[in-house]
Structure formats: C-alpha cells, structure tokens
C-alpha cells in the first residue's frame, strides 16, 4: 500500500541514531494502537520516547513522516508474504480470486486502519507518499497468478493487471475515506468493476 519517501528522514548512520529512530517508531505505534491518530504529535512522540522535540525532528520532519515509516514497514512485511498467501488463494472462479484478494488486503492492512485512512486521505497532499512501487509488485505477483490459474488469457501484458490494480485502489480510498475500517459496500464495488475489467482479458 504504502511506500517511504526517502527524503521524509535522515537515514541514520550510528547505531545509537538507528536505537533513537526505533524509539519514535515504537512509541508511535504505541500511541496509535492506544489513542489513535490524533495523539500522535511530535511532543507526545518526543516524551514516550524519552528524547528532546528537537532530536526527533533529526530524523521526521513531522508526525505524517513517522506515520509514513510505520505504514511503509507494514507494506515492506505484506511484500515479502504475500507470495506465499497468494499461493494458498482457494477461488474456483475469477470472480472469487478478485474477492480473495480484497479480503487479502483488508486483513494485512486491519490492525493499523488509521494509518490507512491516513494514507487514503493525505497522500495527494503528499503528507503520505503514493505506493505506485509497492502496488507495481503486487500486480507482478497477481499476474502471475492470474495467468498460472487459466484466468486470463495467455499471452495477456502485466499491464491489464496494473491497471486492475489501480482501478482497485482507487476505489477502495473511497471505501477507506467513508469507514476507516474499509466500507464493505465499496469493497464489493471494487471487486465488481476489477472483475468486469479483468474479464474481459479472460480466456474465451
């Protein structure tokens, strides 16, 4: 979903910067799970972590860039299993695949639904950096699966799967932006219009 801009923060060096940046994300996390996003702001980061307001801005220029690093690690994570889920994906039809996907992202992303609406909601004012990269290896990984499972037509370009993809995404910032939690309304939109697209790449 979500990729780190690598202008948002000094990469640190030492080991000790390294100790201090893991200390702001952990104490964002904490506060986030505890209170939710409003009460991530930079003096209630500074104090959980137990260093100067002026040491955190070292590293995140702002609260959306700490929020950022969390949401890009948590994509970081779904990239390395989402092979091995896509794998284990039971649908019998193309129609199932696109709703087993959807139900894939809802459950990677649905410990941390504020960042994600966060994200949805800020990142065309690039508080939150766009996942285009992110979203690019998903669609590899779908592509291949779609064309292994006989659910697209052979000989069919990565790109249709991109655009599914993105076509997916962005309704699913509605779906996002009317229920942190993801409108399941809109979620079953998404897996229409995904699915109406991709069938028309489908197998005669």
Do not use: C
């Amino acid at each position: 979903m979500i990729a780190r801009n690598p202008s948002s923060r000094r990469a640190p060096v030492q080991q000790r910067s390294r100790a201090r940046v893991e200390r702001i994300l952990q104490a964002a996390a904490e506060l986030l799970e505890e209170q939710g996003p409003a009460a991530v702001t930079t003096r209630a980061l500074a104090v959980r972590a137990e260093i100067p307001v002026a040491t955190l801005y070292q590293y995140f220029p702002n609260r959306e860039a700490v929020l950022a690093e969390l949401a890009g690690r948590a994509a970081d994570r779904a990239d390395q299993t989402l092979g091995a889920k896509l794998a284990a994906i039971t649908a019998a039809s193309l129609a199932e695949a696109v709703d087993q996907l959807l139900e894939l992202h809802r459950t990677q992303y649905r410990p941390h639904p504020e960042i994600v609406a966060m994200y949805y909601a800020q990142r065309g004012s690039g508080d939150f950096p766009d996942a285009h990269e992110h979203r690019r290896r998903m669609a590899a990984m779908v592509h291949a699966l779609l064309l292994e499972r006989g659910w697209l037509a052979a000989g069919t370009g990565q790109l249709i799967t991109e655009v599914a993809i993105e076509l997916g995404d962005g309704i699913l910032e509605l779906a996002y932006r009317r229920d942190p939690n993801g409108d399941p309304e809109v979620f079953a939109e998404a897996a229409l219009a995904m699915t109406r697209y991709l069938e028309a790449y489908a197998p005669e």
